[in-house]
């Protein structure tokens, strides 16, 4: 018996991206997952420690090389911006990218199995930092939604009278709404309003040439966690994301 070849039969195999690409991940069921494991709400800085450790396990063991990685919540951004791994085919890419992280993740916390679900966003160079921009925006909008659910929660409502009570309204109402019950928006960490980023960052690293019997002086790049970044629409944002951005510098 001929045994068949049936490797054109695998759908998406011929499908490729060229850098600049988003790889973007995003935790299955993860509101159940906290809430099975008693996690704070409505941001546990455990787990979001462990996010930011799975990001930088994949910076650091996963073979390829990302140029950064924007984190809020339960999501992950990894910019490529270089020659991409498997010749940039989708399959591949997503599928290791999703299953480090997950690993990854599962591990740090001590977990019964964590999924991840990844997509590949092609992107124009000029279009990253636009990107970037929209992703915090999203955490910001998350940040807010978050504070709210929970702060009616905490009053006695339901999940369901919770979410129907926040239907509709503005994020400047829930601003308001979470500061007429105690809570200041404004004064929250950092990471919680902004996100966090992963990206390399350069430095100089002083020795002693033994031959010559010299100082001498050798550029070094350090893996850096960002827990305190600016507003990504600000001059000081846009600043920073052209100084890390390898398109922009």
């Given at each position: 018996?001929?045994?068949?070849d049936?490797?054109?039969?695998?759908?998406?195999?011929?499908?490729?991206?060229?850098?600049?690409?988003?790889?973007?991940?995003?935790?299955?069921?993860?509101?159940?997952?906290?809430?099975?494991?008693?996690?704070?709400?409505?941001?546990?800085?455990?787990f979001?420690?462990?996010?930011?450790?799975?990001?930088?396990?994949?910076?650091?063991?996963?073979?390829?090389?990302?140029?950064?990685?924007?984190?809020?919540?339960?999501?992950?951004n990894?910019?490529?911006?270089?020659?991409?791994?498997?010749?940039?085919?989708?399959?591949?890419?997503?599928?290791?990218?999703?299953?480090?992280?997950?690993?990854?993740?599962?591990?740090?916390?001590?977990?019964?199995?964590?999924?991840?679900?990844?997509?590949?966003?092609?992107?124009?160079?000029?279009?990253?930092?636009?990107?970037?921009?929209?992703?915090?925006?999203?955490?910001?909008?998350?940040?807010?939604?978050?504070?709210?659910?929970?702060?009616?929660?905490?009053?006695?409502?339901?999940?369901?009278?919770?979410?129907?009570?926040?239907?509709?309204?503005?994020?400047?109402?829930?601003?308001?709404?979470?500061?007429?019950?105690?809570?200041?928006?404004?004064?929250?960490?950092?990471?919680?309003?902004?996100?966090v980023?992963?990206?390399?960052?350069?430095?100089?690293?002083?020795?002693?040439?033994?031959?010559?019997?010299?100082?001498?002086?050798?550029?070094r790049?350090?893996?850096?966690?960002?827990?305190?970044?600016?507003?990504?629409?600000?001059?000081?944002?846009?600043?920073?994301?052209?100084?890390?951005?390898?398109?922009?510098?």
């Amino acid at each position: 018996m001929k045994v068949a070849d049936f490797r054109n039969h695998e759908v998406y195999s011929d499908l490729r991206v060229v850098p600049p690409i988003i790889i973007r991940v995003d935790g299955r069921n993860f509101k159940n997952l906290l809430h099975k494991h008693e996690f704070e709400k409505p941001f546990d800085h455990r787990f979001a420690s462990a996010v930011v450790d799975s990001a930088e396990s994949f910076f650091r063991e996963g073979g390829v090389h990302p140029s950064i990685a924007y984190i809020f919540s339960d999501e992950i951004n990894i910019l490529f911006t270089d020659a991409l791994p498997f010749t940039g085919r989708v399959e591949k890419l997503v599928s290791v990218v999703s299953s480090h992280i997950a690993s990854a993740l599962t591990s740090s916390l001590g977990l019964c199995p964590i999924a991840f679900d990844g997509r590949v966003i092609p992107l124009h160079p000029e279009q990253v930092i636009e990107y970037l921009v929209w992703r915090q925006t999203e955490a910001w909008r998350n940040c807010v939604n978050s504070y709210g659910y929970y702060m009616l929660r905490r009053t006695g409502l339901s999940g369901d009278c919770a979410a129907s009570r926040l239907l509709g309204l503005s994020l400047p109402d829930i601003h308001e709404l979470c500061f007429q019950n105690g809570i200041n928006l404004d004064s929250v960490p950092a990471w919680q309003r902004r996100g966090v980023m992963i990206y390399r960052a350069g430095y100089e690293k002083r020795g002693y040439d033994p031959i010559r019997k010299v100082e001498v002086v050798a550029n070094r790049t350090k893996l850096v966690s960002d827990w305190d970044l600016p507003i990504f629409a600000s001059d000081a944002g846009i600043e920073m994301l052209r100084e890390i951005v390898p398109e922009n510098r």
